[in-house]
């Protein structure tokens, strides 16, 4: 499974962005999808995840703001980030699960690249 994330750029505090994560390969081996990030000399941390079935979980510091979504005839995950905040600076990762997955990233089976966001004030 190849996982391409795209979307991340610079925002102003208040503003939104629109993280997209397209997956191929072996896909049908695929329940969960989700977006980790990180920020420098910390670990990478769960932001939101999706079920292939649709089942949602949030991040406490994202819930209210963020929403994921997946589209399973694409193959495609979305993260759509508003009300951002500094604190979400971050490099964005999209990853995947034939199983399950854990907050600091246990379970994950692929990762897609980071991709920079960044919140100004």
């Known amino acids: 499974v190849q996982l391409q994330a795209s979307g991340g750029g610079l925002v102003q505090v208040g503003g939104s962005l629109r993280l997209s994560c397209a997956a191929s390969g072996s896909i049908l081996s695929i329940n969960v999808m989700a977006w980790y990030r990180q920020t420098p000399g910390n670990q990478r941390e769960l932001v939101a995840s999706i079920t292939s079935g649709g089942l949602t979980n949030y991040a406490d510091s994202v819930k209210g703001r963020f929403t994921i979504s997946r589209d399973n005839a694409k193959n495609t995950v979305d993260l759509q980030m508003n009300s951002l905040k500094p604190e979400d600076t971050a490099v964005y990762y999209c990853?995947?699960?034939?199983?399950?997955?854990?907050?600091?990233?246990?379970?994950?089976?692929?990762w897609g690249q980071g991709t920079q966001v960044t919140v100004s004030s």
């Open positions: 990853a995947a699960s034939r199983l399950s997955i854990r907050r600091n990233g246990f379970g994950v089976d692929y």
